[in-house]
């Protein structure tokens, strides 16, 4: 009796591995610039597995990689209205929106990532981020309006740019 069992056991191990390997494929290939090649494998293990939402965040990462911001963008809002328990669709989503300096849909999808997960340190240090963003834009608009406030305003801005790192609006 205990052979069937672990050659059940087997099969099943031999199959995690598999796709585990499936994955790692798909990103290896996305980063030797095989593109194509990335994403017909990860399409072959979605058309298999079409319940399987780890190969559909990877897909939406090989094409967010390849600049395709707007297909990983379908493919991650896809992914929270199936999985909406999964924290890292809602993260990958708002690094699209920040990109995209729509500070305020990549705040919301932080905040939803972290009402699934709020211990998800990665979205809590990407909402930290965009924050930071949002006052660096608020200084700059103030002191648009008010050019008298540079004194007061442009050594936060500074510090701000500082945070954020090089590519930081001015």
């Known amino acids: 009796m205990a052979r069937p069992v672990l050659l059940a056991l087997g099969l099943a191990l031999a199959t995690a591995a598999a796709r585990a390997d499936d994955y ?5 290939l996305q980063k030797s610039g095989q593109t194509g090649e990335a994403l017909a494998r990860a399409d072959r293990h979605i058309a298999a597995r079409p319940n399987d939402p780890q190969m559909r965040f990877v897909k939406a990462g ?8 707007d297909e990983a963008e379908a493919l991650l809002v896809q992914l929270t209205r199936d999985y909406p328990e999964l924290p890292e669709p809602w993260n990958n989503l708002a690094v699209l929106h920040a990109g995209r300096g729509q500070l305020d849909k990549a705040e919301q999808a932080l ?8 211990a998800y340190a990665t979205a809590l240090e990407n909402l930290g981020d965009v924050r930071l963003r949002q006052a660096s834009e608020a200084y700059q608009r103030a002191r648009q309006l008010d050019p008298t406030s540079a004194t007061r305003l442009t050594p936060r801005i500074d510090s701000l740019r500082g945070l954020l790192g090089p590519g930081a609006a001015r």
Not at 24 to 28: G, H, L, N, S, Y
Not at 62 to 69: D, N
């Open 24 to 28: 790692t494929d798909v990103q290896a």
């Open 62 to 69: 090989v094409l967010s990689a390849a600049g395709r911001a």
């Open 111 to 118: 905040e939803a990532a972290l009402r699934v997960n709020p």
